[in-house]
């Protein structure tokens, strides 16, 4: 037992030391592989395969596909417009472009009249000389859309209609929302010449008095918009309303049929005040069409209420479904302002519910959460 235990102990250290050996090696073995995985990684760097190689210099100075990166009508040309409309678009970093980037079919600019010259600005105190309607929207517009309708040896006459701002999809419209701050009838001569540049391109959408004529832009006033000033002309029109979508529920139809004269009385608008979106202006024998109006609008908060419990109850449930079907039944494009923003999950399920009943256009605050997924396609109550 004792020789056993003696060559048993004899034989450790070169157990260990084989051992030892072997676990360097090892390590050796790692770094070596990690060296060569490195090296080839900068070789593959420094001496790309073909397709990386003309990927990576395609159109650059000096290579023969100098000149094919860029073509007249190419502004957007990686962008799907979407069912987005950019709410006070004139917030962003970069108003218009970041919402157009985005694919948004609508942007809004909220206009007050100083002296003769209208400022975009969400109140009095945020507006500057420089941030015009003019330099934000109107000039800009006409830019893009010069681009997007060249005239080249390749192309030597103009479109019967123009084309829009989208190269993806040349006939998109995209509505340009004027939101009337300030008194609306003093607006409005300023407005209506304002859009001068853009009536004489032909890129304005417009009423003929017997049919819309859908062009580049389409413009929608709202706000303190008068709705008499806006429809004194009937045979030609390119300015369109936002009607009163809270108006437009079938029930209240109903309502409107045998009115007691009380009710009646509360619904007379007074053409000349400022009474905010879809009020102004407006008689009460009036009707909204195409031919007038381009939305149905109203706060989702004022109108339909919060969602208590995170859902909504099924009496707003059916008064959403029910000013959706009223305002489809005229021809009009459906918008809710003021969607609870949060919690994400909440606005993501209502963006989806709105979406599911009709809703045309999400007016959206967030263009990247708007715009990542398709809201026709629930995942539940959270997102």
């Not at 941030?131 to 005239?151: F, S």
């Not at 080249?152 to 701050?181: A, C, M, S, W, Y």
């Not at 062009?215 to 303190?224: D, K, L, R």
């Not at 489809?328 to 949060?342: A, E, Q, T």
Request: with cysteine; hydrophobic share 35%.
């Amino acid at each position: 037992m004792l020789i056993l235990n003696h060559t048993w102990a004899n034989d450790v250290p070169h157990r260990a030391a084989g051992l030892s050996k072997a676990g360097k090696f090892s390590l050796n073995e790692k770094g070596v592989a990690q060296l060569i995985s490195l090296l080839f990684s900068a070789y593959v760097a420094f001496f790309p395969d073909d397709l990386d190689f003309v990927l990576d210099h395609w159109g650059k100075p000096s290579r023969p596909s100098e000149g094919f990166v860029h073509w007249p009508t190419d502004l957007t040309r990686d962008t799907e417009p979407i069912a987005c409309h950019s709410h006070n678009d004139y917030w962003r970093r970069v108003p218009l472009y970041e919402a157009l980037k985005a694919g948004c079919i609508g942007v809004e600019a909220d206009v007050w009249l100083f002296e003769d010259e209208l400022y975009v600005g969400h109140t009095t105190s945020s507006l500057t000389p420089q941030r015009t309607l003019r330099n934000l929207y109107i000039d800009p517009l006409l830019d893009i859309l010069q681009k997007q309708n060249p005239i080249t040896k390749f192309h030597p006459d103009p479109e019967d209609r123009p084309q829009g701002v989208f190269d993806t999809n040349p006939d998109q419209t995209l509505v340009l929302l004027i939101d009337f701050k300030t008194t609306g009838r003093a607006l409005w001569p300023h407005v209506y010449s304002q859009l001068e540049p853009l009536r004489t391109k032909g890129y304005l959408s417009y009423f003929n008095g017997t049919a819309v004529v859908e062009g580049p832009i389409t413009v929608v006033a709202t706000g303190n918009a008068p709705f008499d000033l806006l429809t004194a002309n009937t045979t030609h029109r390119d300015i369109f309303f936002d009607a009163p979508l809270d108006e437009m529920a079938e029930p209240f139809q109903i309502a409107l049929q045998k009115p007691s004269q009380q009710s009646r009385d509360s619904r007379i608008r007074k053409k000349g005040t400022d009474q905010g979106q879809g009020k102004t202006g407006v008689p009460e024998t009036a009707e909204y069409s195409p031919a007038n109006s381009y939305y149905a609008s109203v706060s989702f908060k004022k109108s339909i209420g919060f969602p208590w419990r995170s859902r909504l109850s099924q009496t707003q449930l059916k008064l959403i479904r029910e000013q959706i079907q009223g305002a489809h039944r005229r021809g009009l494009k459906v918008r809710y302002w003021g969607v609870p923003s949060w919690p994400r999950g909440l606005r993501n399920h209502l963006w989806h519910i709105l979406i599911r009943e009709g809703v045309d256009i999400l007016n959206v605050d967030d263009l990247t959460g708007a715009t990542r997924r398709d809201w026709r396609k629930g995942k539940g109550w959270w997102y």
